[in-house]
């Protein structure tokens, strides 16, 4: 059966490097915020095993919990951050944040209680003693915790309680320094993809900190997220998303500045539905394979 004359278009402007506006997803709406919330720039999304969804964003009540059916459950975290950045789900179902502007993390129960603040807040440190400016982070295997400490240009190692384990990285453009360590992803093989923002590439790492590799050639990634054996990097400068293999080829890009409004960090429920953080839009917008 032959190409239609969408899917040529869309195979050529791929070949140009040009972005196909639909791409291998399609919008399927947005969570839906509560109006007495005061919405600010929309930082990052997460969701847990039970498919309930979290929301991290920079205004009043940062941190946002609605059901697996999008219903709002309750918010907390008032006057806590100073900038609210990163967001996952821990092995155990603790939620994790980063707070760039306080150079911390924290620890919350489901049900919002705050259970640990790691590193010093409102100090910037580096080596075992903080962060400075930290903006992602994620979990192996083992419950390890990976940092990216975008301030002090460096990934912090952690064990799953917090404690400081080992680095590697500095500022700079060399293979294993960054511009800014924004972004990170994590693979079943326990490889850590580490969005270099600034330096315009995704850097390919084993959990040692051996470096494997660098992805370029399509812009600055601000998030990136792994499913299945695709890595998506979200380009906030250009308003796309963009699809590797395991090789680090791009076979996708997609987006519009219509479409996605500054596309920050991601998450991904077990129904496949890609939720994707607006900076811009003040929104999270689902999105689905076709």
């Known amino acids: 059966m032959g190409l239609s004359t969408l899917g040529l278009a869309a195979l050529a402007g791929l070949l140009l490097g ?12 947005f969570v839906e915020i509560p109006a007495e919330v005061e919405l600010g720039a929309m930082s990052a999304v997460a969701v847990d095993a ?30 806590l951050f100073k900038v609210p950045h990163g967001l996952r789900v821990g092995p155990d179902g603790a939620i994790w944040t980063t707070d ?29 003693d903080g962060f400075r400016a ?24 952690l064990d799953p309680s917090g ?17 800014t360590a924004h972004g990170l992803a994590i693979d079943k093989a326990d490889r850590i993809y580490v969005a270099d923002r600034g330096n315009q590439r995704v850097q390919v790492f084993e959990a040692s900190g051996a470096h494997l590799a660098d992805w370029s050639g399509f812009g600055n990634p601000f998030g990136l997220i792994v499913i299945g054996e695709e890595l998506l990097a979200s380009e906030g ?5 963009v699809h ?27 129904q496949g539905v890609l939720f994707v953080a607006e900076v811009n839009g003040k929104r999270i917008q689902k999105f689905r394979r076709k």
């Not at 506006?21 to 919008?27: D, F, I, K, N, T």
């Not at 404690?163 to 511009?179: H, N």
């Not at 400068?237 to 998303?241: E, G, M, R, S, V």
């Open 100 to 128: 760039n502007g306080n150079h911390v993390l924290r620890k919350f129960s489901p049900e919002g209680e705050l259970l640990a603040t790691i590193g010093r807040e409102g100090k910037a440190a580096g080596g075992a």
């Open 50 to 79: 039970h498919d309930q969804i979290y929301i991290l964003h920079r205004g009043d009540l940062p941190i946002l919990k609605f059901d697996s059916n999008g219903k709002y459950v309750k918010g907390w975290g008032q006057g």
């Open 134 to 157: 930290p903006d992602d982070l994620v979990f192996d295997s083992k419950g390890q915790i990976y940092v990216a400490d975008s301030g002090n240009g460096r990934i912090a190692k």
């Open 163 to 179: 404690k400081f384990l080992s680095q590697w990285g500095k500022k700079g453009k060399a293979p294993g320094e960054f511009a």
């Open 18 to 29: 040009q972005a196909d506006a639909a791409g291998p997803y399609e919008s399927i709406g």
């Open 244 to 270: 590797f293999d395991r090789d680090g080829k791009i076979t996708s890009k997609w987006g519009t500045p219509e479409l996605l409004k500054l596309p920050h960090l991601m998450a991904v429920n077990s």
């Open 237 to 241: 400068d250009k308003h796309l998303i």
